[in-house]
């Protein structure tokens, strides 16, 4: 483990091309999980919203999800779009997912967060679809509900995407290694792990 080395993850929930990239993460985070520091930092892509999406936003997003897939290839269930009313508003979801931090469970958060969005159609701007979530990773509901309406979720929240921000980050996913006091953005690759490895691998002190 080198300790003065961390990856920080800059991902959202409903980020499509975080689903995207998960399969090459998932082999990256694996090899590179014993040598340094893995951070998961929620950037926040959408404030808070109740205003049905745009057809022009549902329309562009549709086109995107069908893109991922083809780059990627990850399957993306199209229901979501006929079975909600869209809201671009993703910040309840890392809210979510700061609270499962609370209690060890971010990334199982996350990644449940997107196979609802994702693979059951379900829409996760919703509130109480989220607390049904929490309560599905062993979070008392109550506390759940409780801790991602609280003002010190919030401020977490704020604190993520400050340093989002002072990474360098203008997008998700972003990869970032920072080796002691510098970051390195790493331009990663959709498709190749080895690419992605071979990059972080090349920064790392000997």
């Known amino acids: 483990m ?3 080395a961390s990856l920080y993850y800059i991902y959202d929930p409903m980020c499509s091309w975080c689903w995207g990239l998960r399969p090459v993460w998932q082999q990256v985070k ?3 999980q014993d040598k340094v520091d893995i951070v998961y930092v929620a950037g926040g892509l959408a404030p808070d919203s109740d205003e049905p999406m745009e057809p022009e936003i549902s329309d562009y997003l549709q086109k995107t999800w069908q893109r991922i897939s083809e780059q ?3 399957e993306f269930n199209f229901d979501f779009w006929t079975q909600n009313t869209p809201v671009r508003s993703t910040y309840p979801s ?5 609270v499962a931090r609370e209690y060890g469970r971010e990334v199982a958060m996350y990644e449940r967060i997107q196979r609802f969005y994702y693979q059951e159609a379900g829409n996760p701007s919703l ?3 989220l607390y049904d979530l929490g309560e599905e990773l062993g979070i008392p ?3 759940f509900i409780e801790r991602i309406h609280s003002p010190e979720i919030e401020r977490q929240l704020q604190a993520d995407i400050a340093l989002a921000e002072s990474l360098g980050v203008r997008g998700y996913p972003s990869l970032v290694l920072k080796v002691g006091e510098t970051p390195h953005f790493i331009r990663h690759s959709y498709t190749d792990a080895a ?4 990059m972080i691998e090349a920064l790392l002190p000997a």
Not at 195 to 198: D, F, G, M, Y
């Open 2 to 4: 080198h300790r003065d």
């Open 195 to 198: 690419t992605n490895l071979q």
């Open 127 to 129: 509130y109480a679809n």
């Open 141 to 143: 509901r109550e506390t």
């Open 72 to 74: 990627c290839g990850v």
């Open 94 to 98: 890392c809210r979510a997912a700061l």
């Open 30 to 32: 694996a090899a590179l």
